[in-house]
């Protein structure tokens, strides 16, 4: 039952993706990140000193790693978002799971392990030709950089998610390491505004403007109902209840913005969600308590 906590994560985390696409309309992708990461720092500092816990750190390098790699990837998503119909922006960041399996089949051919990741393969495989499904469409629509930049939004909540797993291993509690994340999106978003235009409030439509602050506390909502889902759930189940956020993301993605998805994107959205349970599946036996990835 504690699984679904997961869901409602997950419906979180779909909420928050419609708002960065209202947002998207005013703002540019930087100017999103940092907002985000604002609002979450506000937010995680409440319940960090809620909790009374302490946001000293024995591991400041560990974070400000997982901080890169993962404002890239929550950057590389926005874009996404912005750019592609919800769902499928959506369904290429949840590819996560399938890039981890990479990873570890990678890692396995690397040191000569090969033997017993047959089935691994297989899911990693499965999970791309979903990917060329859901892409195909869009290459008439102009939107296949949009998708690649996606896909790779994946590859980066993957090695975000493998760091979170490491920042767990050493004992770091989650609201640190959700706190430290924020303030390394805020950092990277600010930059990114001084480089690219900063849009002037005037010009931002009240609508778009709406969004800011349920962006980052919708971010934070969700990662607290994830945290106890893998703390108090079984590993498995709610790793694979995580995909119902694809399911929120295509009802808002038909019914908010009248998104057309070919049969053939929708057959590649569905071999996806296959290809990443099937790999949690299989990753479940070699690492049974994996932790959450963030968004």
């Known amino acids: 039952m504690q699984a679904l906590w997961m869901v409602v994560a997950s419906f ?6 419609v708002g960065i696409k209202f947002a998207s309309h005013s703002f540019g992708t930087f100017e999103l990140v940092f907002y985000r990461g604002l609002v979450s720092i506000v937010f995680m500092g409440i319940v960090v000193r809620a909790r009374g816990a302490s946001l000293r750190t024995p591991v ?26 919800l ?12 890039w981890v399996a990479a990873f570890i089949v990678g890692g396995a051919l690397l040191y000569g392990q090969s033997e017993k990741q047959g089935p ?115 590993t498995l189940v709610v790793a694979s209840m995580q995909y119902a956020g694809i399911v929120f993301a295509s009802i808002f993605s038909l019914t908010l913005f009248g998104d057309h998805i070919a049969p053939m994107g929708w057959l590649g959205i569905a071999i996806i969600v296959t290809s990443g349970v099937l790999a949690t599946a299989l990753r479940s036996r070699a690492l049974p308590n994996t932790p959450a990835e963030e968004h």
């Open 12 to 17: 979180f985390f779909a909420l928050m993706a």
């Open 60 to 85: 400041p390098m560990m974070h400000l790693t997982r901080s890169g790699v993962g404002v890239v990837s929550l950057g590389s998503w926005f874009y996404a978002i912005a750019h592609l119909p």
């Open 87 to 98: 769902a499928t922006a959506m369904t290429l960041n949840y590819m996560s799971g399938v």
């Open 120 to 234: 691994l393969l297989g899911t990693v495989l499965l999970g791309f030709a979903g990917v060329v499904l859901t892409l195909r469409p869009t290459i008439d629509h102009d939107q296949l950089f949009a998708g690649v930049v996606g896909l790779l939004s994946g590859m980066g909540a993957a090695l975000a998610y493998m760091q979170v797993t490491a920042l767990g291993r050493v004992g770091e509690p989650e609201e640190r390491t959700v706190f430290y994340f924020s303030v390394g999106t805020a950092l990277v978003g600010i930059i990114g505004m001084l480089v690219t235009d900063m849009t002037p409030w005037a010009q931002v439509r009240w609508q778009d403007a709406a969004w800011v602050v349920p962006i980052g506390v919708l971010a934070s909502l969700g990662q607290l109902c994830m945290t106890r889902a893998y703390s108090q759930g079984a």
